[in-house]
């Protein structure tokens, strides 16, 4: 990553990372460029708010506040769950979620008024000219959230990353199938797509079943049983053509390069270099855009073949026959 952040240095790039839902640990993809970004993110539920290590990022801040898609609303109505990080502006739809083992994280054990912001108002407020990575966990807005974005603002994000629902889990929110219809109209692609779940087992039948077999428990059932789809991982990039049409810089695309090798895309990040080379002319930095890609590219063979060694040394016969279709 010592080619990113010579890159950064000398173009003077700092791109803004935005972090709507920041009870978790900022996302771990982020790390290599944090000396070189401004972050801010948001999370208005107190229990379990994270703080970024001192010094990790070039400008860091956490703001106290909801993010919503209301410009008008200063204050919203914001639901406490029992697990915080399911905690949301919109309301669990316990109709659906009661049929999973996880339904108790989603009990509201407080309604409170929490002070509200949104993402125009932010960019605004701290003067930035654009954003240029947006992560959104917000528990069901995600798209709505995105959306009210100013169109120049909207226009210019790079990269996006979601936590959308695949089940209804709260009352109206949004859904993966709706917002990828959404973000590919809007220029974006699907780089990277984790599907998560939990099980799908009603509390109360797990208790009657209990009372039989002491041993099924929660988490032995959670543990050992099969996951249903519930909720989703999705990170989505803007593609060169939707750039080619905007008012995009060197630093622009300089900057989708970059991102595009933080999540191992590196046929795409040659298509930026080449594109890069073709608008701006064939300079220092398309030369570094290039070669780092080609340099990557080369080596996906040699990884590969390393991991294979190494596997074939230390596991056992009969569990490389169950495991071979991931690695070949």
Sequence with gaps: MKTLTKLFTELNIYPVLIDIGSSAETPEIWNSIAHHSIYIGFDPDLREI???????????????????SNANSQQILFNLTK????????????????NY??????????????????????????????????KTDTQG???????????????????????????????GEDL?????????????WL????VCGTVRMKKSVLEKLKDLVPELNPEFISNF???TPCWCEARYFRTLEWLANGNFSKSDYVMLWAFSLLDNQIGFASEVALEYERIF?????????LNEAISRLKTIHHNKKIIRAIFGKLVPTRIKKLVKKVIV
């Design 50 to 68: 994270y703080e970024p290590q001192e010094g990790l990022f070039y400008k860091s801040l956490i703001i106290n506040k909801a993010i919503t």
């Design 83 to 98: 697990f915080p990080q399911c905690s949301s502006v919109l309301k669990p739809d316990f109709k659906s979620i009661s």
């Design 101 to 134: 083992l996880f339904s108790d994280y989603f009990t509201v054990e407080k309604e409170v008024q929490v002070e509200a912001t949104n993402l125009n108002a932010v960019v605004e407020q701290f003067s930035l000219h654009k954003i240029s990575w947006i």
């Design 141 to 171: 807005t995600d798209l709505r959230i995105f959306n009210s974005l100013r169109d120049e603002l909207r226009n210019q994000v790079l990269a996006l990353d979601i936590e959308p629902g695949i089940a209804d889990v709260y009352e």
């Design 176 to 188: 993966f199938i709706d917002i990828h219809k959404h973000l590919i109209k809007q220029g974006f």
């Design 191 to 194: 780089s990277n797509f984790n």
């Design 225 to 227: 049983h099969k996951q």
């Design 281 to 289: 002319g064939k300079d220092s930095v398309s030369q570094i855009l």
